[in-house]
Every structure is written in C-alpha cells, then in structure tokens.
C-alpha cells in the first residue's frame, strides 16, 4: 500500500532554532521544492520507481506546486485501482485503462461520483505522463 505526501517545509519552523539551522542548511544544499509529491511504502521508504516519477512531474513544462498536486493525486487513485485489480501499474494493459476509463467516467464500482469529460482529461494526462517515465527509464517496454 502506497501513501501519498506532499513535502512542506512549514513544518521545519517546530524546530528547536539550533536544529532549525541545520535542516535550513540541508535544505539550501538539496532544494526540495514546496508540495513536492512522494509516495511512501508501507515501510516508510519512498517508491523508488515513483519518487522518479514525482522527480519527472517535476520537469520545466510543470512548474505549478498545484499541477504537482493534481498529477500526484491522479496517479494515487490510478494505483490503487490496479492494485484493486491485484496488478502492478507497469502490468496494465488496454483492457486495464479501458476499465479504469469506464469505472472512473460511469462512477460505477466506487464510492464517489464519476467525474466529468475535463476531470478524466486531467486523469488521463497524468497517466500519460507516468507512462512516458517508465518508457524513458526504461521501467516499461514498447
């Protein structure tokens, strides 16, 4: 099971001033921007093939902590839908999007209510992107 956290460097102001100077210092050195998504592991461990991911969404056309968020959300919803399907995400298949399609637009199977023609294009970006990750790192095959 995957937990998704967004990185908020708010929660250094707590700090003892002395320790405060320090995570300041590491932070200068190893910028971590704000609302940076991670996925967290059962173990407490990031995802090793997602925090590539979240380092990709990243990239010079997103620059939006927000669009970050967006993409990071989509893709948690999208994971635990294959993991529901007792699949791994570099498992899918087309009947396996055909599906997530149907279940998320006809709001069938779930809880929430289907999303609409904008939200789903949204969905389907951030899928995209995650996809082209994996081919770029070699994570997925052709």
């Known amino acids: 099971m995957l937990e998704l956290l967004f990185f908020d460097n708010k929660v250094f102001n707590a700090l003892h001033p002395a320790e405060l100077s320090k995570y300041k210092a590491l932070l200068k ?7 940076r998504p991670f996925f967290i592991c059962d173990d407490n461990i990031p995802n090793l093939e997602l925090e590539g991911f979240c ?10 902590a927000k669009t970050w968020k967006t993409y990071a959300i989509q893709i948690a919803v999208y994971l635990r839908f294959m993991q529901a ?8 298949t087309k009947t396996d999007l055909e599906l997530y399609f149907t279940v998320r637009t006809t709001g069938e199977f ?6 609409k023609a904008q939200s789903w294009n949204i969905a389907k970006t951030a899928i995209v992107h995650l996809y082209e990750y994996a081919l770029d790192t070699r994570l997925a095959k052709h």
């Open 55 to 64: 380092n990709y969404i990243l990239g010079p056309k997103r620059v939006s």
């Open 110 to 115: 779930q809880s929430s209510r289907r999303i």
């Open 85 to 92: 399907q007792g699949k791994h995400w570099l498992q899918a």
């Open 29 to 35: 050195n190893n910028v971590i921007p704000c609302g």
